[in-house]
């Protein structure tokens, strides 16, 4: 693997639903445990499978961010 190395970047992880109808609790937890499954290496980037958050609750767009700062340090 000369030309990319043997790291690849994956981006996704979070249901947009979680971030319309859940509690930060379950943000964290499923930031938490994409980060230790996907993430383990580096080179993961969190986000949601779409890309359309209208009608999420501002507080919990805020949780995964603040998981990631928390348990996506490598």
Do not use: W
């Not at 947009?16 to 980037?45: M, W």
């Not at 359309?52 to 507080?59: A, D, P, Q, V, W």
């Amino acid at each position: 693997m000369k030309v990319i190395g043997d790291t690849m970047c994956i981006l996704g992880g979070m249901k947009n639903s979680l971030l319309q109808s859940s509690t930060v609790e379950q943000v964290r937890a499923l930031t938490k445990k994409v980060f230790n499954v996907v993430g383990k290496s580096g080179g993961f980037v969190i986000c949601t499978g779409v890309g359309e958050i209208e009608g999420s609750n501002l507080e919990l767009i805020c949780a995964p961010v603040d998981a990631t700062r928390e348990f996506g340090v490598y």
